[in-house]
């Protein structure tokens, strides 16, 4: 199994940009494809951003197509997702999840597809 840490979460501006990290550790990330979710009080966890085993392919949820960007290096076992132009509804606990996959072009979307889930990362974001 694997272990996922997330950082880089913070309180920053409207318009701000702010880089979140999550750490595998465990088994062999390049095993796993990868995503973030976010969750906000008295909310089901959203995804958010998906990223297959070989960094081929990604998929990201409409409200956060051409400001966020998720990214993997499979020789630190890290994924990223960089955040440009944050706005208020944003704000929430950014987690990171990690599913087990055959295929190496394939994401998945789907919150029950992910196994492993990191313990998240408050992002904040003041109007």
């Known amino acids: 199994q694997v272990q996922l840490v997330e950082s880089g979460g913070g309180l920053v501006q409207t318009g701000d940009s702010l880089s979140l990290s999550c750490a595998a550790s465990?088994?062999?990330?390049?095993?796993?494809?990868m995503a973030w979710f976010r969750q906000i009080p008295g909310k089901d966890r959203d995804f958010v951003a998906a990223?297959?085993?070989?960094?081929?392919?990604?998929f990201y949820v409409d409200s956060v197509k051409g400001r966020f960007t998720i990214s993997r290096d499979n020789a630190k076992d890290t994924v990223y997702l960089h955040m440009n132009s944050l706005k208020p509804e944003d704000t929430a606990v950014y987690y990171c999840?990690?599913?087990?996959?055959?295929?190496?072009?394939?994401?998945?979307?789907?919150?029950?597809?992910?196994?492993?889930w990191g313990q998240g990362t408050q992002v904040t974001v003041s109007s």
């Open positions: 999840a990690a599913a087990p996959s055959q295929w190496h072009n394939t994401y998945h979307i789907a919150h029950e597809e992910y196994e492993y």
């Open positions: 465990g088994d062999t990330f390049s095993r796993y494809a």
């Open positions: 990223i297959s085993r070989s960094a081929a392919t990604t």
